[in-house]
């Protein structure tokens, strides 16, 4: 395993991302700062593992003292998935939420391609523990990202069915044009803003670079303001 820093003044431009056939998925441990409302407020790790035939991605967020009862800073993802013909096929997903000591709330998803519906049980709303029926190119959040990275490319819009947690719906995002400097602490990338366009007053902004399995930074905006930030430390990645 290497171990990468964010490279200083990196300034070679973001390169068109190849066809998503061409893309390998290649294991990574990546760890964030996370902040919150502009102050820094704890730490996140994202891995991606291989499991036999299969593969786990998952995001870990954990709040300081002071920011232990936010939910957003209190969150563990997982989702189990297999590749077929290049795409992200979730198979199993969990979130765990946590705001306060007594208080956590779990959810489990299972995806029965052969039978074409997901479901969701545990702690969330009944009408979202309807079978939803599935459709090709159907993804969890965590693997949305995952598409995101191999998808972008300046200028690109890009289009996924989030079925995550009982829900559906249609995410869009658009590239921008071209790479920009991202300062992280003193380090700093040059990647590729990539925003969602249909989220109304939630906003999420991810920044892709050239080469790194994992996004640089993942931002999500509440009514025009900055919430939970999370800012790429280090990264360690197959050779």
């Known amino acids: 395993?290497?171990?990468?820093?964010?490279?200083?003044?990196?300034?070679?431009?973001l390169a068109l991302a190849p066809p998503a056939a061409a893309v390998e998925l290649r294991p990574f441990v990546a760890t964030y700062e996370a902040w919150y409302q502009g102050k820094a407020?704890?730490?996140?790790?994202?891995?991606?593992?291989?499991?036999?035939s299969q593969w786990n991605v998952s995001?870990?967020?954990?709040?300081?003292?002071?920011?232990?009862?936010?939910?957003?800073?209190?969150?563990s993802q997982n989702t189990a998935f297999d590749v077929?013909?290049?795409?992200?096929?979730?198979?199993r997903q969990t979130t765990v939420?946590?705001?306060?000591?007594?208080?956590?709330?779990t959810v489990s998803g299972v995806y029965d391609w052969s039978r074409g519906v997901a479901?969701?049980?545990?702690?969330?709303?009944k009408d979202r523990q309807h079978p939803v029926a599935l459709q090709?190119?159907?993804?969890?959040?965590?693997l949305i990202n995952l598409a995101v990275i191999r998808d972008a490319a300046p200028g690109a819009a890009l289009r996924y069915r989030f079925v995550d947690g009982g829900r559906v719906?249609?995410?869009q995002y658009q590239a921008a044009g071209e790479a920009e400097t991202v300062p992280l602490g003193e380090m700093s990338y040059s990647a590729l803003r990539v925003s969602r366009t249909n989220g109304g007053n939630d906003e999420m902004i991810l920044w892709v670079a050239d080469g790194v399995p994992t996004p640089v930074r993942i931002l999500q905006r509440e009514d025009g303001e900055d919430a939970v930030d999370l800012r790429l430390v280090e990264y360690q990645g197959a050779p």
């Open 1 to 13: 395993m290497r171990l990468y820093p964010a490279p200083i003044a990196l300034l070679a431009c």
């Open 41 to 52: 407020a704890g730490s996140a790790t994202m891995r991606l593992e291989p499991r036999a």
């Open 84 to 91: 077929a013909d290049a795409v992200y096929r979730p198979l």
């Open 169 to 171: 719906r249609e995410y």
């Open 97 to 105: 939420r946590k705001a306060a000591v007594f208080f956590s709330r």
């Open 136 to 142: 090709p190119g159907d993804m969890s959040a965590l």
């Open 119 to 125: 479901r969701w049980t545990g702690d969330l709303k």
């Open 59 to 75: 995001l870990d967020i954990r709040g300081e003292r002071g920011f232990a009862g936010i939910v957003g800073l209190n969150l």
